[in-house]
């Protein structure tokens, strides 16, 4: 079946820090992969995608790179910074079928 | 104005009532969602709807009913609240044109059943 695992949180950062948030899944043939953001009190919103194999997504600072080989996709972002916090979640869909969700991490930086 | 919303944004009530939840879409999307978030489990989904005359069941749909009204309009239904459904549900929408189906989500409604 299909599903997706996430780095358990909650991860606490210093601004200008490093992030890695892993994120690694379980498919049939190559999924589309996804990383959305929860801000505080929002629905959530999509931050980047990657639709195949060494696609790398991008969006405001952040990357992910789909590995087929390793099954991941790992979200990453060089600086981070205060209004970074939020939660974060990796997800996979393939064509014409529903969407299956990590359980989300949540990420605070703090000045 | 919002792409996506949900009425009511928060709501309290009391085991064995039976309350709905809207959502309504203004992307013109065929494609809608309902999915709950608790705390550690992330988003489940309950129901789905690929098109008006269509009604698939989720992960976790027993308790729960849905309407599709027209293709804007995607209800949840609670037929006899009970306590351990307190959670945050979001409805979502979808478009399977292009690549890389991205789904847009509402604000979410808080519930709280006492």
């Known amino acids: 079946g299909n599903s997706v695992t996430q780095m358990e949180g909650p991860v606490t950062l210093s601004e200008e820090a490093f992030l890695t948030i892993n994120c690694t899944y379980t498919a049939t043939g190559y999924p589309s992969l996804f990383w959305y953001v929860q801000y505080p009190g929002e629905g959530l919103q999509l931050l980047l995608k990657a639709t195949k194999a060494d696609d790398k997504g991008s969006n405001k600072g952040f990357e992910a790179t789909y590995r087929k080989e390793t099954t991941s996709f790992h979200l990453e972002k060089g600086s981070v910074q205060v209004s970074d916090s939020a939660v974060y979640f990796c997800?996979?869909?393939?064509?014409?079928?529903?969407?299956?969700f990590g359980t989300g991490t949540s990420l605070t930086v703090i000045p | 104005d919002a792409d996506v919303t949900q009425t009511p944004r928060n709501r309290i009530t009391k085991t064995g009532k039976r309350i709905m939840l809207e959502c309504s879409q203004t992307k013109g999307h065929d494609r809608m969602y309902w999915y709950r978030q608790d705390p550690g489990l992330g988003l489940r989904l309950i129901y789905y709807?690929?098109?008006?005359?269509?009604?698939n069941k989720g992960e976790i749909s027993d308790g729960y009913s849905v309407s599709r009204q027209a293709q804007a309009k995607f209800s949840l239904s609670l037929e006899s609240a009970i306590p351990n459904q307190t959670a945050l549900y979001f409805c979502?929408?979808?478009?399977?044109?292009?690549?890389?189906?991205?789904?847009?989500f509402g604000p979410g409604t808080r519930l709280l059943v006492l």
């Open positions: 709807s690929f098109d008006v005359k269509d009604i």
């Open positions: 997800a996979l869909t393939h064509p014409g079928n529903q969407f299956y």
């Open positions: 979502a929408t979808s478009d399977p044109t292009g690549t890389g189906e991205t789904q847009y």
